[in-house]
């Protein structure tokens, strides 16, 4: 067994499976649309904003939730973004775990040697 033709395989099985058809399919969409672009990067850098807030203080502001709340709310009713958000969150779920799979098969802690104490 090569491992290098193992890993053109699985790159292969993603390259074609749905979830990932599905998100280039709509981020052409978003790419032919500056509104909707522009709606997204909007919402990108709101989500930056939000976990910067979180990791510095706990949690999220008021007004950062707020603003993030209503941002989605108008997203929602945008079909060609609200679709490009869903893809990207499935295909993101399938490379998170796929990413576990193969950090459990190979078994190597890779927090190894970082002091998490404050």
Request: proline share 2%; net charge negative; aromatic share 6%.
């Amino acid at each position: 067994m090569n491992i290098y033709d193992k890993a053109h395989e699985l790159a292969r099985a993603l390259r074609d499976s749905s979830e990932v058809i599905e998100l280039k399919d709509a981020g052409k969409k978003i790419e032919n649309n500056d509104k909707n672009k522009i709606m997204l990067e909007d919402f990108r850098k709101i989500q930056i904003e939000a976990y910067t807030d979180q990791m510095k203080n706990g949690k999220m502001s008021p007004e950062l939730t707020e603003k993030l709340q209503n941002l989605a709310s108008i997203i929602s009713l945008n079909p060609d973004v609200s679709r490009y958000l869903q893809a990207e969150q499935r295909f993101g779920i399938i490379w998170e775990d796929i990413i576990k799979i193969l950090n459990d098969a190979v078994g190597v802690d890779l927090t190894f040697g970082m002091d998490n104490r404050e």
